[in-house]
């Protein structure tokens, strides 16, 4: 069974500009997450997809981040414009379904790592 | 909102047990209790969840405590490669800073 995939793996970019990641999770998983590591932290999670709708995106810093999942298969997550601060690796996990007790294990991509210079 | 602690790293030999703890003393009665570890340069790996008794698979084993205030993440048998930061999180999704195992050759 093939795993979360993401792309690219590693992006520099300068602050002000605009980037993009993309996730494409394990088949058949309802649901997608977006987190953001920051070096020596561990995972945040930045926003929930269940299927093609938002479950949870309260740490989503809306100002500059926008994600879609069109179609409920595959994910962007999107910075516009990029700060210092956004430096980090950006984690896509997906799970085969969703509930509020949290009787679900997630399966993590390799990460994207980005710099902003 | 619940919250996990754990310590900030543990050290054990190769070949013996190792107890990873984690408090959650504000997690509710219907929250599970989930593992991941991190290896360095990857994605967390899932390693074990657990709501309310005790739990093994092929990884690991989880104890947890009977009021559930705690855990305890149990490697029977420690190699190298389980070398990595291990985060106990709860339903929130809340990864904290996890513990950094270093294993003893």
């Known amino acids: 069974e093939a795993g979360v995939a993401q792309s690219p793996r590693y992006k520099i970019i300068e602050k002000r500009q605009s980037v993009a990641f993309w996730c494409n999770p394990i088949s058949g998983h309802a649901t997608l997450y977006w987190y953001q590591q920051i070096l020596g932290q561990g995972p945040k999670l930045l926003i929930q997809f269940q299927n093609n709708g938002v479950v949870d995106d309260s740490q989503l810093p809306k100002d500059r981040f926008s994600a879609e999942r069109l179609k409920g298969v595959d994910s962007t997550l999107k910075i516009q414009p990029a700060k210092l601060e956004d430096s980090a690796v950006y984690l896509c996990?997906?799970?085969?379904?969703?509930?509020?007790?949290?009787?679900?294990?997630?399966?993590f991509g390799p990460g994207t790592r980005l710099t902003v210079t | 909102d619940a919250k996990t602690t754990q310590p900030n790293s543990m050290e054990s030999n190769e070949e013996e047990p190792v107890h990873l703890p984690c408090n959650h003393s504000t997690i509710s009665g219907t929250d599970y209790i989930h593992w991941y570890r991190q290896l360095p340069s990857q994605g967390p790996e899932y390693v074990i969840h657990g709501l309310t008794s005790n739990v093994n698979n092929r990884m690991a084993s989880l104890a947890i405590a009977e009021d559930r205030k705690s855990s305890t993440l149990i490697l029977h048998r420690a190699t190298l490669r389980d070398a990595a930061v291990y985060y106990c999180?709860?339903?929130?999704?809340?990864f904290g800073t996890g513990t950094r195992l270093t294993i003893i050759p």
């Open positions: 996990a997906s799970s085969p379904y969703w509930d509020s007790q949290g009787s679900y294990e997630q399966y």
């Open positions: 999180i709860d339903e929130k999704l809340t």
